[in-house]
C-alpha cells in the first residue's frame, strides 16, 4: 500500500505562487508515474500535470505556469504553481499510479482571491 499526504495549499492572491507537496509512504515511489489533478466545486477531476522515467506533461491549463518535480531521495513530488489565477481554486489531488492500481492522497484545497 502507498499512503500519499499532500500539503502546502492555502488561500493566495491572483499573480501568487504556492508550492504543493505531496510525500508518499509505505512504499518506495521513485518508478512510479506521479501526478497531479484538481477538482473544483460542481466540476469533474481534473488533469493537471504529471512526471513519469521518461517525461512530463501539463495541462494546457497551467503550462508555463506550474512546474512539477520529484525528489526520490524524500519520496515527494512537488508541484510549484506560479501566476496563480482564481480559475486555479480547486481542490488538488496527488495520484501514484502503481503497477496495479492508482493511489490517491485527501488533497489539499488552494483558493486564489481576484
Known amino acids: 500500500q502507498v499512503q500519499l499526504v499532500e500539503s502546502g495549499g492555502g488561500l493566495v492572491q491572483a499573480g501568487g505562487s504556492l508550492r504543493l507537496s505531496c510525500a508518499a509512504s509505505g512504499r518506495t515511489v521513485s518508478s512510479y508515474s506521479m501526478g497531479w489533478f484538481r477538482q473544483a466545486p460542481g466540476k469533474e477531476r481534473e488533469f493537471v500535470s504529471r512526471?513519469?522515467?521518461?517525461?512530463?506533461t501539463y495541462a494546457d491549463s497551467v503550462k508555463g505556469r506550474f512546474t512539477i518535480s520529484r525528489d526520490n531521495a524524500k519520496n515527494t513530488v512537488y508541484l510549484q504553481m506560479n501566476s496563480l489565477k482564481p480559475e486555479d481554486t480547486a481542490v488538488y489531488y496527488c495520484?501514484?499510479?502503481?503497477?496495479?492500481?492508482?493511489?490517491w492522497g485527501q488533497g489539499t484545497q488552494v483558493t486564489v482571491s481576484s
Open positions: 495520484a501514484a499510479d502503481g503497477p496495479i492500481r492508482r493511489y
Open positions: 512526471i513519469t522515467w521518461n517525461g512530463i
